[in-house]
């Protein structure tokens, strides 16, 4: 099947140029001793800000001074629709900026910047899920001076590129062993099933009877990258999921490797002992590990599902970090892996940028997608989403994975046993004064 058509829209290589004023005013707060910020508004997205670096008057702007990323906005075909739809008031979208001198954030409620000026930009998006298109590159006028030549003027370049998905949909919770499918539009396809099970804490290999067992000499790989706890107190552990395809071969796992435990004097996972996920695929009649999750529950006012993912390129290299963020555990919300700056896709929270080789093709390299670039490119812009329901919530993940982080089935299934993993999370990381539902308890626990 054909992946779904996104397209990225990036508002980068901000600059403000303000002339000096013949006559000073005091209620005026110059750029050149105070910070500029903007905020970035399209219509159905949440808002993003962004520092706005000064460029005195007398300075050229150089090609390539700035590069940074300063608002990134993903929209779906759905999106598209809905933005292109005309009304009595407009007939294109409009991306919005506010310009503001001063610092950003708000003070009681007040905001703390002071209005500058602003600009719209319309944006014609016909065509741009094939074909990268740039709206504007350059300085633009901005503020009530604008048609005198007076103004400030605000150096910007915003375009759209296409950015096609793979979407993948849960039929049911992953703890049911569920089917997912591949969806395009109204038509879904099944691709993998998943299947839940408590792994023997005692087994460090977690080898899959569909696999050949793997040498001695590997056997203790698993036990390096997670703790067996032995503690009688409270805990969840030896949770997996694996994800099959449709001829039963497993192409994908999430194995809990460290169990999640209440911290001493508490009924929650605490930041600084948190419970572990290794993500795996398969490679040489065994599993090799792909990355690792990390979960625990945060306190104070945010009481959210923390996260953080790092991707293991090899046994001997150092973990690479490629999010760590925080999801409501009320709301849910999206976990997301996005390497290209700001972003719209709402996780909450921080995403932790990085240049990561990808790690060796599969093993199997069935090659079912056939549009990835492994391994000869390294991780960048957006990789992969996944939906995540609050607490007590019915969750059935929807997956977005870059098509371009996509070689073949494994890939595919590699996020989906994340999106798995860190949907699961949610119920590991639930306050131990709270019952699971009876699919998450291991019947071994209530014998003897």
């Not at 290999?205 to 703790?227: A, K, T, V």
């Amino acid at each position: 099947m054909d992946p779904c058509p996104f397209v990225r829209i990036t508002v980068g290589n901000l600059a403000l140029k303000i002339p000096v004023a013949s006559k000073p005013t005091r209620s005026v707060v110059h750029p050149s001793s105070s910070p500029c910020f903007c905020k970035i508004e399209l219509k159905n997205f949440h808002m993003q800000t962004a520092v706005v670096p000064y460029i005195p008057p007398e300075n050229q702007l150089a090609e390539n001074q700035l590069q940074t990323p300063a608002a990134t906005f993903y929209l779906s075909k759905a999106d598209i629709d809905k933005l292109a739809a005309k009304s009595i008031f407009s007939t294109k979208p409009c991306l919005k900026i506010a310009i503001y001198t001063g610092r950003g954030g708000s003070t009681c409620g007040v905001n703390s910047g002071r209005l500058l000026g602003k600009v719209s930009l319309p944006l014609d998006l016909a065509g741009t899920e094939s074909r990268a298109c740039v709206f504007h590159n350059g300085w633009i006028s901005v503020g009530k001076e604008a048609n005198k030549g007076s103004s400030a003027q605000l150096h910007l370049n915003v375009k759209a590129e296409p950015d096609p998905r793979f979407v993948f949909q849960f039929d049911g919770e992953p703890e049911c062993s569920p089917q997912v499918f591949q969806i395009r539009g109204n038509i879904q396809q099944p691709v993998f099933t998943c299947k839940f099970s408590f792994r023997n804490t005692g087994d460090r290999n977690q080898r899959s009877r569909s696999l050949q067992s793997e040498p001695s000499s590997s056997r203790s790989w698993l036990s390096s990258f997670g703790s067996v706890r032995e503690r009688s107190g409270k805990e969840r552990k030896g949770w997996s999921i694996t994800v099959h395809d449709l001829s039963g071969s497993p192409v994908a796992a999430a194995s809990m490797v460290t169990p999640f435990v209440a911290s001493p004097g508490s009924d929650r996972v605490s930041r600084s002992n948190p419970g572990s996920w290794l993500i795996l695929r398969p490679g040489d009649g065994t599993w090799k590990p792909w990355g690792r999750l990390e979960a625990w529950r945060e306190r104070g006012s945010s009481d959210g599902l923390g996260y953080r993912f790092e991707l293991i390129p090899n046994m001997s290299a150092a973990a690479i970090v490629l999010a760590e963020s925080t999801l409501s555990s009320g709301k849910g919300g999206k976990f997301v892996i996005d390497l290209g700056g700001n972003n719209s896709s709402g996780a909450n929270g921080r995403i932790t940028p990085a240049s990561a080789t990808s790690p060796a093709c599969s093993p199997r390299s069935s090659g079912d997608f056939g549009y990835g670039l492994w391994p000869y490119s390294v991780y960048r812009g957006f990789v992969m989403s996944a939906g995540v329901e609050g607490e007590g919530k019915c969750s059935k993940p929807c997956v977005e994975v870059s098509v371009q982080h996509v070689n073949c089935t494994e890939d595919a299934a590699a996020f989906v046993a994340l999106a798995a993993a860190i949907d699961l999370s949610m119920d590991a990381c639930r306050l131990f004064s709270q019952r699971l539902r009876k699919e998450l308890c291991n019947p071994q626990d209530f014998l003897g």
